[in-house]
């Protein structure tokens, strides 16, 4: 048996007999129960090009829908590659339009913004 402290900021500390390898033991046991009890969030991510075909964003979306339906955030991005950087406005009227769309399964986390050679949006589901 081992005197462990159990409350040290107490008045007076607080103190128990008790057997160590046993107490730890216990302890490393409720936190495996509180972390498995914890939420993950889980990102999902959407990649579409400036000039993406309309079926293909349509397609896109329904993915979009289901992922936030599940209860995942969603990273909906649009990629310029070489000198499609020119149309950045039209990745972001993409985006704002995909957002709108959205509405009802999800709202925006944070608006388009351009970082490098993409425009990244994050979107999360709407509770229930």
């Known amino acids: 048996m081992d005197l462990v402290e159990i409350s040290p900021k107490a008045k007076p500390p607080v103190c128990k007999v008790i057997d160590y390898k046993k107490f730890l033991y216990e302890q490393k046991k409720r936190e495996k129960v509180q972390k ?12 579409f090009g400036p000039q993406t075909d309309e079926h293909d964003y349509e397609f896109k979306k329904k993915h979009a829908i289901k992922f936030l339906e599940e209860g995942a ?3 909906a991005f649009v990629f310029f ?44 589901p709407r509770k229930k």
Do not use: F, H, N
Not at 36 to 47: H, L, W
Not at 99 to 119: F, I, S, T, W
């Open 81 to 124: 590659k070489g000198r499609s950087i020119i149309y950045k406005d039209q990745g972001q009227i993409l985006l704002l339009k995909l957002a709108q769309e959205l509405e009802d399964y999800g709202k925006v986390e944070q608006m388009p913004k351009l970082e490098g050679k993409r425009m990244i949006m994050y979107l999360s």
């Open 36 to 47: 498995s009890k914890a939420t993950k969030v889980i990102v999902k991510e959407i990649r």
């Open 73 to 75: 955030k969603l990273k």
